[in-house]
């Protein structure tokens, strides 16, 4: 400013009438210039003002379109999440290795829902030690992040290895998602710890112990899930899942109701109104039941994909979904097992959602407020969730 200044002063006294009139024209059009810059700007801001208010209101049937929207992801197995490159990766690229872990794995078309469970064992064969574990879990945010999803809440069954405990490995996969937590800033990210139905009382509280001590350490461990074969009743597992809600603070969500022979511990689990529901796929077929959940205030997480792979309908508009939304009950989409089931990315299973039950932005921006509402970190712990709140209502990731 100061130069600006000095040069002033320093311009002749005796500026001729021809000199002075070509300067004077040579300043209005700097400042024309620089106007029409400045309105430019003010126009562009306002367009884009005027376009987030008047979105169209019909959700785009295509993919790209929901890439770039914002997601909340609160159901997804780590274990049942590892895409070929992330295998590829943990084999340190023995490609011979990584296609057969892949063909063991990855589904190519539906099969019954027993056979599905075996899956799992294939990878889990390959993280059964710390830095692999450390490589899926880090790598599966990415993919996540990269689809455009906000929130996670990654799920995973500790698991005793030859070089893990239960604790070592719980704080294996919290410190991968601390690490990740710098790498994707934009994301909050936290982790659920899951029980196998077929788990003893024993083993359960031993896990929820040390639960309870890495909880404490670091702000991961936001809830506690029920999970494995839909087949066996859990009855020995719901004074672990009252103590953790009761006196860890964690959220409790169960898998329920997954296959249409519905074990007999159901309705004491909906009796302990959880959180959330994990599928639910057949709850609305039995009246009881339907009349308990639909009570219960609990969200319910749907995975299409993983039904229809899972044979529990065999196309996605046979799901629930529509069921549970017609009656107002809060509905997450979710994807289960994205590294198992083909075209299974959040950003499909919200375009199969929107595609077949023809939801609108307003639904979608429900559906995502509901998810963020029904996380266990808004619910449990102090989490600012503003910024995810505001780009889910301008529908945008910026
Ligand atoms: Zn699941």
Redesign the pocket.
Known sequence: MGNKKNKKKQQPQEESQADRSRRQQREAKRNAEEHEFLDNEIAAEQMKRADAATFPLNVPKDLAFFKKYPKIEL?A?LTGSLSPKTISEIVEHDEEKAKNIVSRYRLTEPIDMDKVFHRFKAVEEILDNPDSLRIAVIRTIREFSEDGCLYLELRTTPKKTATMDYEKYIRTVCRAIIEARMLHPHMKIFLIISLNRNMTFDIATEILHYTGVVQQESNVIVGMDL?GDPKLSAFQLLDVLYIARRFHGLGITA?IAEKRTIPNDTTDLLMMKPDRV??GTFLHTNDHLAQVFGRSNSLLEV?IS?NVYTKSYNHPRRSHFAFWKKRGVPIAICT??KGIFPNASLSEEYYKAADEFNLSLEDLKKINLDALKYSFANKYIATDLSEIRRKIEMHTLE
């Open positions: 159901h197995h999970g898998h994990g599928h995975c993983s289960d097992d």
